[in-house]
Nanobody, 131 residues
Framework: QAQLVESGGGLVQAGGSLRLSCASS????????MGWFRQAPGKEREFVAA???????????YYADSVKGRFAISRDNAKNTMYLQMNSLKPEDTAVYYC?????????????????????WGQGTQVTVSS
């Protein structure tokens, strides 16, 4: 059964950095759209970043405005792992972070950034940023 497993969360001071990892057991990992979402207490799950696979074997990254310039999404297909490098963390980044995956479709930007587009989810990892 395909699984996604996140790791790397923790407690960090404002201005610090963390790197989240998402290990995938999906056989076609390299051809999946992958994404990071987060959910703070009492709030809806929101888009953070995504990386789209294209049929010409290129990738394209998307970022929420709130994290652009601070976070970087990447993937290592040889390790079936996706990463989220988070720098200059702020208290408002505190949330449970989830990785997600879905098979390739010709998604528009609005679909790449919607949690409804993703079929497989990890269990989440807590990120807490203290002020």
């Amino acid at each position: 059964q395909a699984q996604l497993v996140e790791s790397g969360g923790g407690l960090v001071q404002a201005g610090g950095s963390l790197r989240l990892s998402c290990a995938s057991s999906v056989g076609t990992f390299g051809r999946q759209h992958m994404g990071w979402f987060r959910q703070a207490p009492g709030k809806e799950r929101e888009f953070v970043a995504a990386i789209r696979w294209n049929p010409d074997n290129t990738y394209y990254a998307y970022y929420a405005d709130s994290v652009k310039g601070r976070f970087a999404i990447s993937r290592d297909n040889a390790k079936n792992t996706m990463y989220l490098q988070m720098n200059s963390l702020k208290p408002e980044d505190t949330a449970v972070y989830y990785c997600a995956a879905t098979q390739y479709s010709d998604y528009r930007t609005s679909q790449m950034t919607s949690p409804r587009s993703y079929r497989l989810w990890g269990q989440g990892t807590q990120v807490t940023v203290s002020s």
